[in-house]
């Protein structure tokens, strides 16, 4: 996975009045919990836009007064408006304690049903899964050549080395959907 780097100071007054003035300020509040004490702390905009508006998932350094912490982003409250960001939480994570994440899913090949002229759908962008922060990938591959015309791959088919994924066993990942082509094929082949 890879690594962020961010940097941020430690806030003492906590409340509306004192975040409503970082907000103001340009920078977002934030919260450190998981080991320990919770460490409230505030970090920019421009420093945290990299970290919020991408798709890729990130293991944070944080920096907060000069104390490094290792971190994984868990929650971002949006404003239901203006889509601001309000408020951060990150998670401290350690060799020892598994985390729990959402990692996005690539898929790999051409699937016999798109060949035979359906359409393949990915259903799951992401899955819940659950190990150590260092066998985390960065992207789940999957496998869908094998995938025939009408099938689909559930959750309880994947498998990966040393992860538990928590999504629901029947939940589908991706399905190769007949079109009005192949049903049309289908339909002249079967008279």
């Known amino acids: 996975m890879k690594t962020f780097e961010l940097k941020g100071t430690v806030r003492t007054d906590l409340g509306k009045k004192a975040t409503k003035a970082i907000r103001a300020n340009g920078s977002i509040p934030c919260e450190l919990y998981g080991v320990g004490e919770n460490i409230h702390f505030s970090s920019t ?43 951060i939480d990150f998670y401290q994570v350690t060799e ?21 002229g359906g359409k393949l759908a990915l259903e799951m962008r992401k899955l819940r899964v659950k190990a150590l922060y260092s066998n985390i990938p960065e992207i789940l591959t999957i496998n869908v050549e094998s995938l025939e015309l009408g099938k689909t791959i559930q959750v309880r088919a994947l498998e990966f080395e040393n992860l538990e994924i928590l999504n629901a066993a029947n939940a589908v990942v991706c399905a190769v959907k007949l079109t009005r082509a192949a049903r049309g094929a289908q339909a002249k082949g079967g008279k």
């Open 45 to 87: 905009m421009a420093d945290l836009r990299k970290l919020i508006y991408t798709p890729e998932i990130f293991v944070v350094a944080l920096n907060i007064d000069g104390k490094e912490v290792k971190a994984v982003m868990r929650e971002i409250q949006f404003h239901p408006v203006s889509d601001q960001v309000l408020h």
């Open 96 to 116: 020892e304690k598994p985390v729990v994440m959402e990692v996005p899913v690539k898929l790999e090949g051409l699937a016999a049903g798109v060949r035979a």
